[in-house]
């Protein structure tokens, strides 16, 4: 560990209510705000489990509660299966741009309606502009911001920062009504191939919490490795 990760300083949160499992309390370690980042400590701090939300890194550090587990996917070793190859099939008509922000009203507006019809029940409900443009900011210039398009009509957008060893899926919002697209699993999909496609190693998920509908999906994608007693392995 470089005397810079040995240095930092962080966090907790006060117990608060859990936004996965009902009835649970969370506490949260989160990296000192002060802390100057750039993409290789920040990459650092994700091989230990960490993730961003704004200019905030932060961790799950519950004292009863072990659910949230950090996981990537190893992009050179991943074959779709038959769903995710038919996922891909009825996507193939979409183009993929990239954009320098998302501060537009094409993309918030998109956004209001995801957070509206799809997560009435999270915390980002009602969806708010400051919040929306200081969660998905571009942090320490290192998020890209790719936009899917049919035709003329945006359809969704991925959130991604790209680290030192992979790419981490920030965040992805995407049209309620376009169901039979399954957009949210293309766009995971979409990523893993980006990363291959640029010599990267891995796709960071984020937390996998089995017992939370919301998050256990990312079981799907094989093969998968869990942050684990402060060492990555495969999930069997």
């Known amino acids: 560990m470089t005397s810079s990760m040995r240095d930092l300083k962080v966090y907790t949160t006060?117990?608060?209510?859990?936004s996965y499992l009902?009835?649970?309390?969370?506490?949260?370690?989160?990296?000192?705000?002060r802390q100057q980042m750039d993409k290789n400590l920040y990459s650092n701090l994700s091989?230990?489990?960490?993730?961003?939300?704004?200019?905030h890194v932060y961790r799950p550090h519950c004292t009863h509660c072990e659910a949230?587990?950090?996981?990537?996917?190893p992009v050179a070793g991943f074959k779709p299966k038959r769903s995710q190859r038919r996922t891909l099939a009825r996507n193939a008509d979409l183009r993929v741009e990239r954009?320098?922000?998302?501060?537009?009203?094409?993309?918030?507006?998109?956004?209001?309606?995801?957070?509206?019809?799809?997560?009435?029940?999270?915390?980002?409900?009602?969806?708010d502009r400051e919040q929306y443009e200081s969660f998905l900011n571009n942090a320490w210039n290192c998020t890209r911001y790719y936009r899917f398009y049919q035709r003329d009509t945006l359809l969704g957008v991925a959130v991604v920062d790209e680290l030192v060893d992979g790419l981490s899926a920030i965040y992805t919002?995407?049209?309620?009504?376009?169901?039979k697209r399954s957009l949210g699993n293309y766009a995971v999909l979409w990523q893993i191939e980006k990363a291959r496609?640029?010599?990267?190693h891995y796709l960071y998920l984020g937390y996998w919490i089995r017992d939370c509908q919301k998050m256990a999906y990312k079981s799907e994608y094989r093969p998968l490795e869990l942050y684990v007693n402060s060492r990555w392995a495969s999930l069997v």
């Open 68 to 73: 949230c587990i950090p996981a990537r996917i």
């Open 197 to 200: 496609e640029m010599g990267l």
């Open 14 to 18: 006060y117990p608060h209510s859990c």
């Open 173 to 179: 919002f995407f049209e309620p009504e376009e169901q």
């Open 22 to 33: 009902e009835e649970q309390e969370a506490t949260t370690l989160f990296i000192d705000p």
């Open 47 to 55: 091989l230990l489990g960490f993730r961003r939300s704004g200019n």
């Open 99 to 127: 954009s320098e922000d998302i501060r537009d009203d094409q993309a918030f507006e998109l956004y209001q309606r995801y957070i509206q019809l799809r997560h009435s029940d999270g915390d980002m409900y009602p969806p």
